[in-house]
């Protein structure tokens, strides 16, 4: 089996397992996990297919809806062994945002040809299942959080395509790129790492201003 | 005239119905009726054909527009006379889920050939057009209340994929599917009918977690 | 150079400032300056060319990234200087909406021929910009705000396909469109304009109803 394809399957399970971990965060019945953990898990990519005008992946290859359904009916019947989920969501989180921005980047390049378009897929197709996920569960967005978030998309996203364009071969590439994007997201988790923050002082409340 | 466009024109006008009602309780003028109908009567169906990459109904036949706007004007004038316009919204966004489920399930399956894929869309498209209305009006989602939700789009779409290809006329498996989610649905509102939620500890919140 | 182009460029540049300032009110780092820039700058365009199935502008042209870029690097230089912050931002809205929502009428007038699709895509687009910014950096929305905002969309939308149907130039009709709109949407700035509210009883907390 191809092994791109693989880690495809990979990626989209774990960011359905953070929908499914949000959903037993919020209590929902086993539906509610079934279809959170699908919208996380194919949001970002179905919108990178929109923008890119090729088929949605998963309705060319419904193998992904599967591995959804799946990943949801064992969150729901382990989620509770598990100490903190919320700990847990945000490491898969970073799992998936570095296997997506990596799979975002490489179609982008190989439909359109351009390292821009590229960087910018696979920027805005990882953070889109966090961001699906976050506002139907109402939770704070993952996005608003002091750590390095987007940061790690685009260095994974920057560096599989110059790799890629460089001639390193595809899997290679792949494997550098999604390690990098994880790096930076899991010490940004482990050790806080932040850029400074804009100096400035914070926005008065809209409520405020006549 | 084609008895199944006539029951799409109804259920566009059922969600647009409810955008309206959302428009009224926020006190919104008569543009952000005609702003909060359009979008929640035409948004599922805009996600659905965008998924499935055919022209966007709307688009095509423009008729659709003027129904939410003739929708959005008519509850302007009306809404007032409604002792409860929360419950009602309830109702007709049972009413329109039910439609919409079998719609998307429907168009998915006639342009993909998938019944996986027609049980999703009818899903996702039956479930988006509320979403959207209570995220511009910024109301709770009715995703996250306790009872049955989800699970209505879910059933009414499977019956109905489930009838279609065994071979009943399409008419008649849309009414029993429509029926069969719709049952799901106002049982739910009625009688509180809900899945026994997730039996673990709620999740703490992100600020508490180092 | 194209006159319409570099409208063009300067409404996504515009657009993008906005979504710069409300990370600087967020205190975000730069790479969320950067991120908040481009979703807010070119959602809405994006959003225009999936509905009306033409390839999306940013995938073909990708000189409209370097604009959102360059600008929020620029204001993550310069924020600090800007007295009112979040005053600015909603003036810039208002040019970024005057020009989206003529820019979405000629582009859906050009491609589908429909006056009624002209006028809501010159709607939807120029407002969905502002919602992505607001939803993403978690702002009260601006749709949601007591004056006058979706109604200058519609003037300008309905403004530029009444007078380009008539034969105005593409420019001419563009200009008038754009001003008119920008009256509204200033006016209501400053003088408070609105329409009179509807008039019964704010809804219920869905908390409240059994």
């Known amino acids: 089996m191809n092994p791109i394809l693989l880690l495809d399957y990979a990626a989209v399970g774990v960011f359905a397992a953070t929908g499914a971990l949000a959903a037993s965060r919020k209590q929902l ?7 959170l953990a ?4 194919i949001g970002g990519g179905t919108f990178r297919d929109l923008i890119l005008d090729v088929p949605v992946f998963w309705v060319v290859n419904t193998d992904y809806i599967i591995v959804c359904a799946a990943v949801a009916i064992l969150v729901y019947f382990t989620a509770h062994l598990i100490e903190s989920r919320y700990k847990l969501l945000l490491w898969l989180d970073a799992v998936g945002i570095a296997a997506y921005c990596v799979f975002g980047a490489y179609k982008g390049l190989v439909v359109t040809g ?3 378009v590229a960087v910018v897929t696979g920027m805005i197709t990882a953070t889109l299942g966090g961001i699906l996920r976050d506002m139907l569960s109402a939770e704070p967005s993952v996005l608003m959080r002091p750590e390095i978030y987007v940061t790690a998309t685009m260095v994974g996203a920057a560096v ?6 460089a001639g390193v071969p595809l899997l290679a590439a792949a494997l550098v790129a999604f390690a990098a994007a994880f790096v930076v997201r899991g010490g940004a988790l482990k050790y806080g790492w932040s850029f400074p923050p804009y100096k400035s002082r914070p926005g008065r409340r809209p409520e405020d201003i006549a």
Do not use: C, N, Q
């Open 29 to 35: 019945d086993i539906i509610g996990f079934l279809f």
């Open 38 to 41: 699908s919208v996380t898990g």
């Open 114 to 116: 351009s390292a821009t």
């Open 160 to 165: 599989f395509t110059i790799l890629y364009i």
